[in-house]
């Protein structure tokens, strides 16, 4: 007798033999036991999950010698013929070889007649999808109202392509996928029976090979017992399937767990030297994170199948959830991208080093730890003899750093044109490195501080006595043009008229008395306006030195300054905490709880925290591991951390940013009402300011 291929040698002889589909399976043999049966079934599914043998199985149920029931004997004629395929009242029809009208037409003219052995006549028409719009008309009115001795099974992959009016007359039952752990059962049982010998971890290589069809495992089964000459061994397998090493795999993710992307990339030129496909290493990489992200959570949940289970835990481990997370996301989009890029290759390595670019970092932590990317030094440009003015008004900065914003590294010297205006050497042409610039809105000042930078530049002091010329503080009603900003309003410096006792006055009384209370907006029009324009003849004058007495922040106002911006409320504890979590390191969800958590209590390396209700299942071991871990390297001795549930009317360090967040853009936007320029505008233009698009200049946060 010739070979008889697995698939069909071991398929389903009851019920009871098969491998899942328990919910289609239930109602089918009920229906059968209490004989309540419909006169049409649908059966969907994907290729080789079962929809063909429950029919057959059905078909046999029906015309058993021995009664309807949902046990055939299996011995009588009817169920014999079924069996080998030549029962007279079992017309299987191939509906994508039959799809003409002409064809369901000559069926249907068959159906009157009574059954010719069994005791009802069945059709089967399997690939039900794939007939034309005219053989399901000509079908609709016999499958509504069959002779009591019909019965239809159809079968479909695709139940989409079927019309409302045949699925509204059948009974559809939709079968489902073969998880990998019954399709190994499964495989175990049948190679058993045959005698074959076969290693474990090649029958996980096939059931994830057949993507959920017990009909495709079979077939793999059979060609890698041709292939490993009657035996399945994982190597073998692994060669025939083209699948990677998932030791290979395991070691590109631990590469990616220390950062190392010169290891990343040494890697994916070893295992692509081996004819892996580019799509197959990012399908591993994606299940090898599945698993690890199920062991973080929860450990006892990871199978051994792959014998790699004391591996993944550790990968577990040593990874954070949000890196895990991160990874898989990243590996998706990967794969969805490889089908656009010229190389398979390429798109997998860029994959990869994107795992490394955009995975989360600890305050301090660098993305390439290991030094593989350095940035280039900054070019450093010597002044020259034409740009001696430009440096002697800048050296006072020099002294006062904190009255500067953050400088270009080189200035450039630009000869001004006929129609140029230079301007002076204390005003930034460019906007402030804080500030936003947005069409629509309305730039507000940040918080009134005599130490932050002013929004329009560098406040440089005018000489002492009075010495600047009228010349070189003429007011916006000379004829020589005026600076605009970007909206085409003219620049506050130049619509405000400045006389030269008010300079000086202003400039001294900023010098000296430094008022936090100060609008940022009026300490501009202290400025002495820029000179006018030089004619194309005359060599432009070099800018006046600034003198030595320059206003010197007092000894103490760091202190002051940051102890202004911690006046955290609920106590010293409250402040401390907030002081200490941005010392400590923290990122990710770890910081966002801590974040939002009160410091309950602090001695002798013991922290006791409160969480709200609503956070606390948020924060588990893995959370307080890190947290006790980052206050112990920070304070150089082993901390224990204690969080239980509570409230405080103590502010948490996320409370206390909100609110500075809050008092600055209240601030930046009473700054813009009460702004004597904006109001004339707002005065001339019958306008409105909109406090939703006022935005604090410097946007670092409190």
């Known amino acids: 007798m010739s070979y008889q291929v697995l698939a069909r040698k071991w398929r389903p002889s009851t019920f009871e033999g098969m491998v899942g589909q328990e919910h289609v399976l239930q109602a089918l043999v009920n229906a059968l036991d209490s004989d309540r049966l419909h006169h049409a079934y649908l059966f969907t599914g ?25 046990k055939p004997c299996g011995q009588c004629g009817p169920c014999r013929e079924i069996s080998e395929g030549r029962f007279v009242d079992l017309i299987e029809v191939d509906a994508a070889s039959r799809t003409k009208v002409e064809d369901t037409r000559e069926l249907m003219e068959n159906v009157q007649y009574a059954p010719t052995r069994g005791r009802y006549k069945v059709y089967l028409i399997d690939e039900v999808h794939m007939l034309s719009t005219h053989s399901f008309n000509a079908l609709l009115k ?18 989409q392509k079927l019309p409302v009016t045949i699925l509204s007359r059948c009974l559809q039952f939709n079968l489902k996928n073969m998880v990998p752990e019954k399709i190994v059962a499964h495989l175990q049982q049948v190679l058993q029976a045959e005698q074959i010998r076969f290693e474990e971890q090649a029958l996980w290589l096939l059931a ?12 793999l089964t059979d060609q890698g017992i041709a292939f490993g000459s009657g035996e399945l061994r994982e190597a073998d397998v692994r060669a025939m399937l083209g699948t990677v090493d998932q030791h290979q795999v395991l070691g590109l993710l631990q590469q990616l767990a220390q950062g190392s992307a ?3 990339l040494d890697l994916v030129r070893q295992i692509s030297e081996l004819g892996a496909d580019s799509d197959a290493i990012l399908a591993e990489l994606l299940s090898l994170l599945h698993r690890i992200g199920i062991a973080q959570m929860l450990p ?19 990874l954070r959830a949000e ?6 996301q990243i590996g998706v989009n990967g794969r969805r991208d490889l089908p656009h890029v010229p190389v398979a290759r390429e798109g997998l390595e860029m994959t990869l080093l994107r795992m490394l670019a955009f995975r989360p970092v600890a305050v301090g932590e660098l993305a390439l730890p290991q030094g593989e990317l350095s940035a280039p030094a900054a070019p450093v440009v010597e002044p020259t003899a034409e740009s001696a003015s430009t440096i002697s008004a800048a050296e006072p900065q020099q002294s006062a750093p904190e009255l500067t914003p953050a400088a270009s590294p080189f200035k450039e010297t630009v000869e001004p044109g006929p129609e140029a205006v230079v301007p002076p050497a204390n005003i930034s042409p460019q906007p402030t490195p804080g500030s936003e610039s947005m069409a629509g809105q309305v730039p507000a000042a940040p918080m009134a501080d005599p130490h932050d930078p002013p929004p329009w530049g560098d406040p440089t002091p005018t000489p002492a006595g009075g010495e600047s010329k009228k010349s070189e503080a003429p007011t916006a009603t000379e004829s020589e043009p005026s600076p605009r900003d970007n909206m085409g309003i003219e620049s506050p410096s130049r619509i405000r008229s400045v006389t030269q006792a008010d300079t000086t006055a202003s400039a001294a009384l900023s010098a000296e008395q430094p008022d936090a209370g100060t609008s940022p907006i009026s300490a501009v029009a202290a400025e002495p306006a820029p000179s006018p324009a030089p004619s194309p003849s005359v060599a432009p004058k070099p800018a006046v030195a600034a003198p030595d007495r320059v206003a010197e922040r007092p000894q103490g106002a760091t202190a002051a300054k940051q102890s202004a911006r911690l006046d955290v409320r609920g106590g010293e504890l409250a402040r401390r905490w907030v002081e200490v979590i941005d010392q400590i390191g923290l990122s990710g969800m770890t910081y966002n709880i801590a974040a939002n ?40 001795q082993p901390q224990r951390v204690e969080v239980v549930e509570g409230r405080s009317d103590a502010e948490t360090p996320a409370g206390f940013r909100q609110r500075k967040r809050e008092e600055r853009q209240a601030e930046a936007v009473r700054s813009i009402e009460t702004d004597t320029n904006v109001q004339a505008i707002m005065a001339a233009f019958d306008a409105r300011i909109d406090p939703a698009s006022v935005r604090p200049i410097d946007a670092k946060e409190a």
């Open 46 to 70: 994907t290729r080789g999950v079962g929809k063909t043998s429950i029919a057959r199985l059905f078909a046999k149920s029906l015309n058993c010698e021995q009664g309807v029931s949902s």
């Open 142 to 159: 016999t499958l509504e109202e069959p002779p009591p001795h019909i019965k239809f099974l159809l079968a479909t992959t695709d139940p």
């Open 208 to 219: 994830r090979g057949a993507n959920g069809s017990m009909r495709d495992a079979m077939s």
């Open 262 to 264: 010169q290891g990343v």
């Open 300 to 318: 006892q949940g990871v199978d051994n199948s792959q014998g790699d289970r004391d591996a993944i835990l550790a990968l577990a481990q040593s």
């Open 323 to 328: 890196d895990v997370q991160l990874f898989y």
């Open 597 to 636: 958590a009160w410091l309950e209590a602090e001695q002798q390396g013991s922290w006791r925290f409160c969480l709200a209700s609503d956070r606390l299942h948020l924060f588990n071991d893995t959370h307080q591991q890190r947290l006790a871990k980052a206050l112990s390297d920070h304070l150089g």
